[in-house]
C-alpha cells in the first residue's frame, strides 16, 4: 500500500495509544490510561478546530463553546433521567452544529480581527449563560452520577473500554478529517485561505463553503464535549472558558496547522506539558506552583520561533 | 421602579461606559493602526490597579499612588511592546492571539506571585468617599461621580489630540491607511510605541479607577476584556469615536440589563421564570446587541477604513 | 450586425474629490480584443475593477451578454464567463500549477459541496486542467509548487486559470508585467492565437502587444475615454498623441 511517512508514523502512534490499557495494567499505572484519554479527546476537539482554524484560516476563538454544549447536552438530559446514550450524544452533535450556524451565520461573514472577537464574545456569552442558570448548578456545575449508556453495547464505566472507544473515535476522525481535506469542499476551503480574492475571481464564494465548515467543526468538537463529560464525571462552565479555546488553538498551532498528525501532536504535548510542569519531581516546587507562568512563557517563545509545529519535524512531503 | 432608582442605573451604566472606553480607545487604536490583536490589554488594566494599590498604601498619598501607578503601568506596556509585541507586528492574527494569550498567562502568574491569588483590598482616600446629593433623592457615591469626570475629561483630551494635533493626524491616518503612513517616511516604529504607550496608559487608568469598585485580583482583566471587544466589534476598529459610542451603548445595556430586566419579565412571565431568565438574559444583553449591531452593519457603527 | 457583449453606459467613480471614472460609455464587441491604455494614474485598473465586480460604480451601469450585472458580485460575474487576470500575479502559491487550474475548472463544474472523493484524483477535474496547462504551455511545470515557478511563468499560470473557467469575456490587467522581452513575446504569440475565439479586454502599458492585438482601443486619461477606434485611427489620433503616445509611435 502506498502511504506517505507522515501516514505510517501515525499508524505507529495509533497503535502505540492501542497498547496502553494492557502495558498500564501491566505496570499497575492506571494513571496514564487516565491521562491519554484525556489527551484524546482533546486531540479530537483538536482535529475539529484544525479543520476551519489550519486548514480553512479562520481564527475561531470561540471553540470551547462546543466543549461545553456537547457535555451539557449530556449532563443536562442525564439531569432529567435520560441516560441513552445515542440520544445524548445525537443531542451534543446536534445542538453543537446548531449553535454553529447560529454563530457562524453572523461571525463568518467577518474577518480578521473582528472574526476573532465575535467568536471570543459569543462563547463567552454561552458561559455566562451557563453560569447564570441554577437549575444546572451555576458556576459550580454538575456532577455526571451516571455515565452514558449505550444498551450494553460498551460500559463506560470500564475504563479499557471507553479508552477504546475514544481511541476508535479519535481514529475515525482522523480518517474523516483526512477525507474531507482533500475533497473538492476541502480544497474550496484551503483555497479561500490561501487566496480569496484569486477565489471570487474564478466564481468561488467563500462564505457558504466556510459556514458549512464552522458548522462540521463546531458538531465535531461536540462530540469531544460528550466525551469529556463522560471523562470526567462533572461539568462546569469553564469548559466553555475562553481560556480554554486558547488551549485548543495552541493544541493545533503546536502539532502544526494544517496536518493531519498535528492536532494528536499538539494535544499530547500540551497537556503533557502542563502535566510535567505541575507534577514532575524533577522539577522544583516553585515551577509546580506557578506553572501558568512557565508555561505562558514556553507558549510565546513556540509562538515566535516554532512556527511550523511539532508537525513539521517528521519526514515526509510538506502539504 | 421609582426615577431615584433609574437616575441611578444611568449614572451607573455612564461610569460603567466610560470605564470601558477608557481601555477600548487605546485598543482600538492599537488594532487599527498596527493591526495587533493584543489580548493582554487587560493584563495592562490588571497591573494599573495593583501598582497604585501598591504605591498608595506605600507612600500613604492617593495622588502620589496614582502617579506611580500611571507611570509604572506605562513602563511596564512599553516594556512589553518592545520586548514581546515588535515582532508581532509582522505576523498573522493567530500568532499575535495565541502570544499575547501566553503573556497574559504570565503576567496573571507573576501578579499572584507578588501579591497572591486572593483580591486584595483598595481603598479610596477619603477626600474621595462619601455621597452625594443630587436631585430629589438621589445619594450617589462622590468616586463613581469622580470617575464619570475623569472618563469624560479623557475622551475630550483625546478628541482634541485625535483631531487638532499632528500626532492625531498621523493616527488617524494610520488607522484608515497604514502602509501608506509608513511610506511617507514616517517613524513608524515611533508612532507604533506611542499609540501603544497612550493604550497602556489609559488602560491603567482605568484599572487604578476600577480598583476601589470592582475586585483587584489576577484575572481580572479578562473579565472586562471581553466587554471591551464588544465595545470595539460595535464601534467599529480604529474609530475612538466608535469606541465612545460603543462604550456608552455597552455600559448602558448592560447596567440597565442587569437591574432592569428581572423586574420587567417578572411583569409578563411567572416569578421563578423571571428569577432564572432574567439574570440570564442580562448576561447575554451586550452580545445579543453585538450580533444585531454585526448583522445591519458588519464593520461596526464607525469603521476607520474607508 | 455586431454584437455586444459588454457595454458600460455612464459609468462613473469617484473616491471622495477624485474622479477615478468619470461617466464611461465603453463597448466590447463579440469575438473583438479591445485594449485599454493610458497613462499612469488614469484609472484603468479602477475600471478593470468595476467591470469584474471587486468594485461598485457610484453611477452607471454594465450589461453583459444582454444581462445588466452592474450589481452582480465578482464571483457570480465568473460564473457568468466574465474573467479576470491580475496585474500583480494572485494564485494559489502553495498549490502545484496543476491544482490552481483544476480548481479553476472545479469552480465551474458544478458546486463543491462534496465531502468524501479526492478532489485531485477526479479526472473530469485534472484531465481538462492538463490541457489548459498544455495549451499555455506549462504542462512540464504541472507538479510543481506555484510559489516556485518563474515570474513569467507564475504569469502563465495566471492566464491558465481564466482560460480555466471557460470564459465568454477575458478581462486581463497587464499581462506581460514585469516579463522579460522574450518571455512577453510568448505570451503576445499566445494571447494572438486566442483572438476571435475569445473576446478580450486587455490593459496594458507595453505597445508591442497593444497594436499586435487589439482591434480596438480606447484612450483613457483622467477617467475619460478621450478616443476609441482602431490602431491606425488611434495612432493618428492629435488628442492621444498629445497626452500619452508621445512623438514616437
Known amino acids: ?319 | 421602579m421609582n426615577l431615584v432608582l433609574i437616575a441611578e442605573q444611568t449614572l451607573n451604566g455612564l461610569q460603567l461606559g466610560v470605564m470601558l472606553f477608557l481601555l477600548a480607545a487605546g485598543l482600538t487604536l492599537v488594532f487599527g493602526i498596527m493591526n495587533l490583536v493584543n489580548l493582554a490589554h487587560g493584563a495592562l488594566y490588571m497591573v494599573g490597579a495593583y501598582l497604585t494599590t501598591y504605591f498608595y498604601q506605600a507612600t500613604g498619598s492617593f495622588a502620589l499612588g496614582v502617579i506611580l501607578g500611571l507611570a509604572g503601568t506605562l513602563v511596564v506596556g512599553i516594556v512589553t511592546e518592545l520586548v514581546a509585541l515588535r515582532t508581532l507586528y509582522e505576523r498573522d492574527h493567530l500568532d499575535q492571539v495565541l502570544a499575547t494569550f501566553g503573556l497574559i498567562l504570565f503576567f496573571n502568574e507573576l501578579i499572584a506571585i507578588l501579591w497572591g491569588r486572593a483580591a486584595i483590598y483598595s481603598t479610596i482616600p477619603d477626600y474621595l468617599s462619601g455621597h452625594v446629593e443630587l436631585i430629589g433623592n438621589l445619594r450617589y457615591p462622590l468616586y463613581r461621580l469622580v470617575i464619570i469626570g475623569v472618563g469624560l475629561a479623557v475622551a475630550i483630551l483625546l478628541w482634541f489630540v485625535v483631531s487638532r494635533t499632528r500626532l492625531g493626524m498621523l493616527i488617524r491616518a494610520g488607522a484608515s491607511n497604514r502602509a501608506m503612513v509608513a511610506a511617507l517616511g514616517i517613524n513608524i516604529r515611533l508612532l507604533y510605541t506611542i499609540v501603544f504607550g497612550f493604550g497602556a496608559a489609559l488602560a491603567g487608568l482605568a484599572g487604578l479607577l476600577s480598583g476601589p469598585i470592582y475586585a483587584v485580583q489576577p484575572g481580572m482583566g479578562e473579565l472586562v476584556l471581553i466587554q471591551v471587544f464588544v465595545v470595539i466589534v460595535i464601534g467599529g476598529i480604529g474609530s475612538v469615536r466608535g469606541a465612545l459610542v460603543g462604550a456608552l451603548i455597552v455600559g448602558m445595556v448592560d447596567t440597565m440589563g442587569r437591574a432592569f430586566l428581572k423586574p420587567a419579565l417578572a411583569t409578563i412571565l411567572s416569578p421563578s421564570a423571571a428569577e432564572t431568565a432574567g439574570p440570564a438574559l442580562a448576561s447575554m444583553l451586550i452580545y445579543l446587541l453585538m450580533a444585531v449591531v454585526l448583522a445591519f452593519r458588519p464593520e461596526g457603527l464607525f469603521p476607520s477604513r474607508g | 450586425m455586431n454584437n455586444l457583449l459588454l457595454e458600460t453606459r455612464q459609468l462613473h467613480k469617484a473616491f471622495g474629490a477624485l474622479i477615478a471614472t468619470d461617466q464611461v460609455d465603453f463597448d466590447v464587441r463579440d469575438g473583438e480584443t479591445h485594449a485599454v491604455i493610458g497613462p499612469n494614474g488614469a484609472g484603468k485598473t479602477t475600471f478593470l475593477k468595476q467591470l469584474s465586480g471587486e468594485l461598485r460604480p457610484d453611477t452607471g451601469s454594465i450589461r453583459f451578454a444582454g444581462e445588466d450585472i452592474t450589481g452582480l458580485p465578482s464571483h457570480r460575474r465568473s460564473r457568468k464567463g466574465l474573467a479576470r487576470s491580475f496585474q500583480i500575479t494572485s494564485i494559489y502559491r502553495d498549490f502545484t500549477a496543476l491544482d490552481n487550474v483544476a480548481l479553476a475548472v472545479q469552480a465551474h463544474a458544478g458546486h463543491g459541496f462534496h465531502f468524501w472523493r479526492p478532489a485531485r484524483e477526479d479526472i473530469s477535474l485534472r484531465r481538462p486542467a492538463r490541457q489548459v496547462l498544455e495549451k499555455v504551455g506549462l504542462e512540464k511545470r504541472a507538479n510543481i509548487l506555484a510559489a516556485n515557478l518563474s515570474h513569467g511563468e507564475q504569469r502563465q499560470l495566471e492566464i491558465a486559470m481564466v482560460l480555466a473557467t471557460r470564459p465568454r469575456l477575458m478581462l486581463l490587467d497587464e499581462p506581460v508585467a514585469g516579463m522579460a522581452t522574450d518571455e512577453s513575446q510568448r505570451m503576445i504569440e499566445f494571447l494572438a492565437t486566442l483572438k476571435g475565439e475569445k473576446t478580450i479586454v486587455l490593459v496594458e502599458h507595453d505597445m508591442d502587444a497593444v497594436f499586435s492585438l487589439a482591434d480596438r482601443i480606447s484612450v483613457l486619461v483622467y477617467g475619460r475615454i478621450i478616443a476609441t477606434g482602431t490602431p491606425a485611427e488611434i495612432r493618428a489620433n492629435p488628442e492621444v498623441r498629445a497626452a500619452y503616445l508621445g512623438e514616437d509611435a
Not at chain 1, 463553546?65 to 439531569?79: E, F, N, P
Not at chain 1, 460498551?154 to 481511541?167: A, K
Not at chain 1, 475515525?172 to 480544497?187: D, Q
Not at chain 1, 488553538?249 to 506539558?273: D, W
Request: charge should be neutral; charged fraction near 10%; aromatic fraction near 12%.
Open chain 1, 1 to 319: 500500500m502506498a502511504l506517505s511517512p507522515r501516514t505510517w508514523i501515525l499508524l505507529a502512534l495509533l497503535l502505540l495509544l492501542a497498547a496502553v490499557p494492557p502495558a498500564a495494567a501491566y505496570f499497575g499505572q492506571p494513571f496514564y490510561l487516565d491521562l491519554l484519554r484525556r489527551v484524546m479527546i482533546f486531540a479530537i476537539a483538536a482535529i475539529s478546530l484544525n479543520l476551519i482554524l489550519g486548514y480553512g484560516g479562520m481564527v475561531s476563538f470561540g471553540h470551547a463553546a462546543y466543549l461545553g454544549i456537547g457535555a451539557y447536552a449530556v449532563g443536562v438530559l442525564a439531569h432529567y433521567g435520560i441516560h441513552n446514550g445515542w440520544l445524548q450524544w445525537g443531542l451534543a452533535i446536534g445542538a453543537s452544529a446548531l449553535v454553529a450556524l447560529a454563530i457562524g451565520a453572523i461571525s463568518v461573514r467577518t474577518s480578521g480581527i473582528y472574526f476573532i472577537m465575535i467568536t471570543l464574545a459569543f462563547t463567552q456569552m454561552l458561559y455566562y449563560l451557563g453560569i447564570s442558570i441554577e437549575e444546572y448548578g451555576g458556576d459550580d456545575g454538575m456532577r455526571l452520577n451516571v455515565r452514558s449508556q449505550f444498551s450494553g453495547l460498551i460500559d463506560l464505566n470500564d475504563p479499557t473500554e471507553f479508552y477504546y472507544l475514544v481511541l476508535a473515535i479519535l481514529a475515525l476522525f482522523l480518517y474523516l478529517s483526512r477525507r474531507l481535506v482533500e475533497s473538492r469542499f476541502g480544497l474550496v476551503l484551503q483555497a479561500a485561505r490561501s487566496n480569496e480574492v484569486r477565489s471570487r475571481a474564478i466564481g468561488l464564494s467563500p462564505y457558504p463553503y466556510r459556514l458549512a465548515a464552522f458548522v462540521i467543526s463546531g458538531a465535531l468538537c461536540g462530540l469531544a464535549g460528550a466525551l469529556l463529560v463522560n471523562h470526567t464525571a462533572y461539568l462546569t462552565p469553564e469548559f466553555m472558558n475562553w481560556t480554554r479555546s486558547g488551549e485548543l488553538m495552541f493544541m493545533v498551532i503546536l502539532g502544526g496547522i494544517a496536518t493531519t498528525s498535528g492536532p494528536l501532536l499538539g494535544a499530547a504535548a500540551l497537556l503533557l506539558l502542563e502535566d510535567v510542569l505541575q507534577g514532575w519531581s524533577v522539577l522544583p516546587k516553585w515551577v509546580h506552583e506557578h506553572w501558568q507562568l512557565y508555561l505562558g512563557v514556553i507558549l510565546v517563545l513556540v509562538v515566535l520561533f516554532a512556527k511550523r509545529g511539532l508537525a513539521g519535524f517528521l519526514p515526509g512531503k510538506n502539504e
